[in-house]
């Protein structure tokens, strides 16, 4: 618990009949709940008005820094909702924990670790009619952070507010999981030694979707990032981390060098992984590497992972030059079962043995 007590103002909810249509059909990312989180910081005051409001608009000076210097960060995590009804979170701290890391790349303030979780646990229990029960659907969370002073002087944030929105969304694969074409970015990078790959801010994202397009009209669903040097280690996908299987019961996985960005996803399936009694390297891999492996056998499966489609199976990696294709385009054995190995914990029907379960909303909680 904090110190900081939330004002709650009720909204004025949807309808069932309005939410039920939502949540029949979510997808990803269009949908609101009816509450928001916002908590404002400023130099003399630290963390204040922390409150739970109904979602909307926010106002904003014209001369607010985000809008002109990018000071913006984010988190993505889920609230899942249990066969019992129970609605459960998956590793909040760990967010908390990352927001932090990218907060002091981008000169913003710290927020303590139980302040973001509080936070988390408040809006999903007054939007917990709003946490989906379909398969594979979640409420996703989105804590963002943004300097907010009217200021057009360049300098770290002397004022900031801290948001929570939510919303559910839908089976990121309908009809299965289906293995994505990934492209091998062509000399534009997402981050440079001694940049912001580490950080989880929106200038990453805004850098990746020219990279993105290019990936589009070639065919391809995803974009993969090397090392601006050598354009060869591989860095990561434009909003998640890569792993190859090797035959040898191996994961490789890059190591987390400053460029790319500690995935929480990753984190666990590596657990996973080892628990399963698989070595796990977390090492420089290259491009060549992952080519000459499967052509002599040595890797048999690609996936790549984040909180939003847990985790990917990569049928085929193209450039201009070559094209790697995994033979029958059919999800990885491993990966398929790591999937739903998590997936299982999320949802209940495994045992959470690392505890990186809370527990929100209990089963059934009485009206
Ligand atoms: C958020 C993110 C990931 C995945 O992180 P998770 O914690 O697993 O969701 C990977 N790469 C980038 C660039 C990201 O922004």
């Given at each position: 618990m904090t110190d900081l007590t939330f004002t709650i103002t009720e909204a004025e909810r949807r309808s069932a009949e309005d939410r039920e249509a939502v949540l029949a059909n979510p997808g990803f990312g269009d949908h609101f709940t009816d509450h928001m989180v916002s908590i404002v910081w400023t130099q003399?005051?630290?963390?204040?008005?922390a409150e739970i409001l109904p979602f909307g608009p926010i106002s904003m000076n014209p001369a607010s820094s985000v809008l002109h210097y990018g000071q913006e960060i984010f988190e993505g995590l889920k609230a899942y909702r249990r066969a019992d009804g129970s609605i459960v979170t998956f590793r909040a701290e760990e967010n908390a924990r990352r927001l932090n890391d990218s907060a002091r790349r981008m000169a913003l303030p710290e927020l303590p670790v139980e302040l973001f979780v509080e936070s988390v646990r408040k809006l999903v229990e007054i939007d917990?009619?709003?946490?989906p029960s379909g398969d594979d659907q979640t409420l996703y969370i989105r804590p963002f952070m943004i300097a907010?002073?009217?200021?057009?002087?360049?300098?770290?944030?002397?004022r900031a507010r801290f948001l929570i929105i939510a919303s559910p969304s839908g089976a990121y694969f309908t009809g299965g999981v289906k293995p994505v074409s990934i492209w091998l970015s062509q000399?534009?990078?997402r981050a440079g030694q001694?940049?912001?790959?580490?950080a989880k801010c929106g200038g990453n994202y805004a850098a990746s979707l020219l990279p993105q397009n290019q990936a589009a009209e070639n065919g391809c669903q995803q974009v993969l990032f090397t090392d601006s040097n050598t354009v060869d280690t591989i860095d990561e996908l434009g909003g998640m981390n890569l792993f190859l299987v090797r035959s040898d019961n191996t994961l490789v996985t890059p190591e987390?060098?400053?460029?790319i960005l500690p995935g929480i996803t990753r984190k666990s399936l590596i657990q996973l992984a080892q628990d399963r009694g698989y070595s796990v390297e977390e090492r420089a891999v290259t491009v060549s590497e992952w080519r000459e492996g499967v052509a002599d056998g040595s890797i048999t499966e690609a996936f790549a992972c984040g909180t939003a489609a847990v985790i990917t199976p990569i049928g085929q990696l193209k450039s201009p030059d070559f094209t790697i294709d995994f033979g029958d385009n059919a999800p990885g054995e491993l990966t398929l079962s790591l999937r739903e190995e998590l997936t299982g914990i999320q949802y209940g029907t495994r045992e959470d043995r690392h505890g990186w379960l809370e527990v929100i909303v209990p089963a059934h909680a009485a009206a």
């Open positions: 003399d005051e630290g963390w204040h008005d917990a009619e709003w946490v907010d002073e009217s200021f057009l002087g360049v300098r770290a944030a002397q000399g534009l990078s001694g940049g912001t790959g580490a987390l060098n400053g460029n």
